[in-house]
């Protein structure tokens, strides 16, 4: 049964700092990995999506890599902005069909100090 | 495109009444999903529906009914609320052509029963 997992559980950084978000997962036969943004209150705001045949995805100061063979994806954001705080999600989808089943990890909270 | 909507924002119920949450989508998405998320549980899959007329099961379909009758719409039924129903409930849709899967969400409902 896949799994995943995101640690820390909250990070709290000052402004400028450039920082990694963490997410593992434990089935490397992973179909795609989908980072979202879920601002208090909000629903989730996708982010980057990465196919199992990439091996990174790129949009303005977020880069998410992904390494099947060892379970684990990374959300790097540069230049951190108070504008940045929120929490982030990760979920791996199993299955290349549309039954395919999208499992989360239960986020970092991301506190960006100006 | 007004995207993935959600009604109603908020509600309160009593514990036996019913109520139907509605989730509605303008971009022609194939997949639609009901999510609830709860502290320490991270968002779990209710059910789903890959097209009008068809819907399976998720991984806490106890308690749940859905009916996918228009491409559109996807209602989540509430029989006999219950305290453990209280939640977060979010309404999800995705392509499934070009097997790109790219999970948009709405803004949810809260939904607190007494």
């Known amino acids: 049964k896949q799994e995943v997992t995101q640690i820390p559980a909250a990070l709290s950084v000052p402004e400028g700092e450039n920082l990694v978000l963490n997410c593992s997962f434990t089935?490397?036969?992973?179909?795609?990995l989908q980072w979202f943004r879920q601002d208090p209150g909000k629903g989730l705001t996708s982010l980057l999506l990465?196919?199992?045949?990439?091996r990174e995805q790129t949009s303005g100061r977020l880069n998410a890599s992904l390494d099947k063979s060892s379970g684990r994806s990374t959300l790097y954001i540069a230049a951190s902005q108070p504008g940045d705080s929120a929490t982030y999600l990760c979920a791996g989808r199993h299955g290349s069909s549309n039954t395919g089943k999208l499992i989360f990890g239960q986020g970092t909270t991301l506190q960006v100090k100006p | 495109n007004a995207g993935v909507t959600q009604t109603p924002k908020f509600q309160v119920l009593k514990t036996g009444q019913s109520m139907t949450l509605q989730c509605a989508q303008d971009?022609?998405?194939?997949?639609m999903s009901w999510y609830r998320q709860d502290p320490g549980m991270g968002l779990r899959l209710i059910h789903y529906?890959?097209?009008?007329?068809?819907?399976d099961q998720g991984e806490v379909p106890n308690g749940y009914n859905v009916s996918r009758s228009t491409t559109e719409d996807f209602p989540l039924r509430l029989l006999s609320a219950a305290p453990s129903q209280t939640s977060v409930y979010f309404c999800?849709?995705?392509?499934?052509?070009?097997?790109?899967?790219?999970?948009?969400f709405g803004p949810g409902t809260r939904l607190t029963v007494t």
């Open positions: 529906s890959v097209g009008a007329g068809i819907t």
């Open positions: 089935d490397s036969a992973i179909y795609n």
């Open positions: 971009m022609n998405h194939e997949y």
């Open positions: 990465i196919q199992s045949s990439q």
């Open positions: 999800a849709s995705s392509y499934t052509m070009g097997g790109r899967y790219e999970q948009y």
